[in-house]
C-alpha cells in the first residue's frame, strides 16, 4: 500500500514517461536477443553450407584417390578435414594435432556439430561429417570464432545504445507528453486564480476537438453555471434587501403609530393594512425564490399548453370585471415542467387582466412546421413605449402609473426565465397598439 501511495503521489508526466521507459527497455531487449540469435542463426547456415560443398569436393577426391594421403587434403581450403577409414582408423588429416583426434561416431548419413576438442589456433569449430558408401567418414571443420566476434561486438554495440536509445525515447515522452500536459495545467492554474469576484474569467481553450480541448470547454461551461448561480445568489440577495425593506418598514411604522397612540388607532384598518403589506412580501419572495432557483426543463413531460390557457383564463373570469377572447386557442402540446408552464402562462394572464380596459384575448397554435409551439396574450390597455419593451423584463420594473397597478415587478421577469429554461422565448411584439402584445416561443421537442 505504501509503495502504491508513493506511485500515486507522482506527477501524471513522470509516471508516464517511467511505464514508456520501462516498456521501451523491455521491448528493445526482446529485440535485440532475437536480432543476435537471428544473426548467430545467419552466420552458422552459412558456415554449415561451406562446409557442405568442402565435403563434397572432399568427396570427389576420397573416391578418386581412394590411397589418398594427407598432403593431398591441402586443396581443401580455410577448412580442417579429416578421414576416418571403415575400421574406425585417421587416414589423412590436415593438420598434425587433429590425426589422433576422433571428432564424431560414424553417422548414418551426416551430421553438424560445434565442437571444442580440434586444437588449432584455440578456435571453436564448426563439424560437418559424412558417411562414405565404403563404411568411412568425413568430417570438414571450420573455424567460426569470426562468427562468435562478430557476436561479441553487436552484444556490446546493444548493451551500450539500448540504454542510450531508452534514455532518448523517455526523454522525447517526458517533452511530448508534458507539451501535452501543458494546456491542462494552464487552465488548472487559471481555475486556481479564480475567486468569488473573477466568475467572468475562463480557461484557454486549445485548438482543436480533442479530450483537452473538450475538457476546456466543459471547465468553461461549468464555470458559466458557477457564475450564473452566483449572480442568482447575489440579485436575491440585493432583490430581497431592496424589496423585502419597504414593507416591513411600513409595518413596523404603523404598528409604532397604534401602540403609541392606542385612544387614537384603528386596529381594523391596521389590520387590512398589515395584511395587504403581508400579501406584496408573500408575493415578493415567492418571485424571488423562483428566480434564484431558476427554472429549466429538466422534468420532460407532454403539457397541454392550451389546457392550461384555458384553466387560468377560467380562474381569472372568476375575478377580473374584464371579458377574455380564447376563439384562437388551438391544441399544443410541448415537453417540459408542466408546474413552470403554468406560472410562465398565469403571470401573462395576470399582467394583461391589471392593464387591460374591457379584452384579453389569446391565442395558441403551432407553426414552422410544427415545431415550435405559440403562445400569444393581448391586453387593449395603455400599452408599452417602444424603448421600454426589454426593460420591462427586469426585475422590479415598474412603468408609468397606467402599467403598475399592483404587483411587485417579478411577474415578466419570471415568465422568461422560465420561458428561456425550456429553450423558448418571450418578447414583447413591437408595434401592436392598442395594448401590449406578449409572445411566447417553445420548442415542441
Known sequence: MADRSWWRRRSVRARVTSIAGVAFAFVLALAS??????????????????????????????????????????????TVAQIVGPGG???????ASISSVRLAPN??????????????????????????????????????????????????????????????L????????????????????EVASIGADRLDRRVPV????DEISRLARTMNEMLARVEDAHRRQLDFTADASHELRSPLTRIRSELEVDLAHPDGADPTATHESVLEEVGILQRTIDGLLLLARGESSSVGVPVDL??????????LRAQ???????RGVGAAQVIGDELALTRLIRNLLDNAARHADQTVRVEVRTGEAESVAFVVVADDGPGVALEDSER?????????????????????????????????????RPGSPPGATFEVRLPVR
Open 206 to 209: 486549445p485548438v482543436g476537438d
Open 33 to 78: 536477443v532475437a536480432l543476435v540469435v537471428a544473426l548467430r542463426e545467419l552466420r552458422i547456415d552459412g558456415v554449415d553450407t561451406n562446409l557442405r560443398i568442402r565435403a563434397d569436393d572432399l568427396q570427389s577426391l576420397v573416391e578418386s584417390e581412394p590411397q589418398l594421403e594427407a598432403a593431398a587434403l591441402a586443396s581443401v581450403r580455410d
Open 320 to 326: 377580473a370585471a374584464i371579458g377574455f377572447d380564447v
Open 170 to 189: 523517455a526523454a522525447g515522452v517526458w517533452i511530448l507528453v508534458g507539451r501535452t500536459l501543458d494546456p491542462v495545467e494552464q487552465m488548472r492554474a
Open 89 to 95: 582408423e585417421v587416414i589423412a588429416a590436415t593438420h
Open 392 to 428: 420591462i423584463f427586469e426585475r422590479f420594473v415598474r412603468l408609468d402609473e397606467a402599467r403598475q397597478r399592483g404587483g411587485a415587478g417579478l411577474g415578466l421577469a419570471i415568465a422568461r426565465s422560465v420561458a428561456e429554461g425550456h429553450g423558448g422565448t418571450v418578447v414583447l
Open 107 to 168: 553417422p548414418e548419413n551426416e551430421h553438424t556439430f560445434t565442437s571444442t576438442d580440434i586444437i588449432v589456433d584455440d578456435d571453436v569449430f564448426r563439424v560437418y561429417s559424412r558417411a562414405l558408401s565404403d563404411g568411412g567418414v568425413i568430417h570438414v571443420a571450420q573455424s567460426i570464432d569470426d562468427v562468435n566476434e562478430a557476436q561479441a561486438i553487436l552484444i556490446g554495440v546493444l548493451v551500450v545504445s539500448v540504454p542510450v536509445v531508452t534514455a532518448i
Open 306 to 315: 392550451d389546457d392550461i390557457v384555458l384553466r387560468e383564463v377560467g380562474a
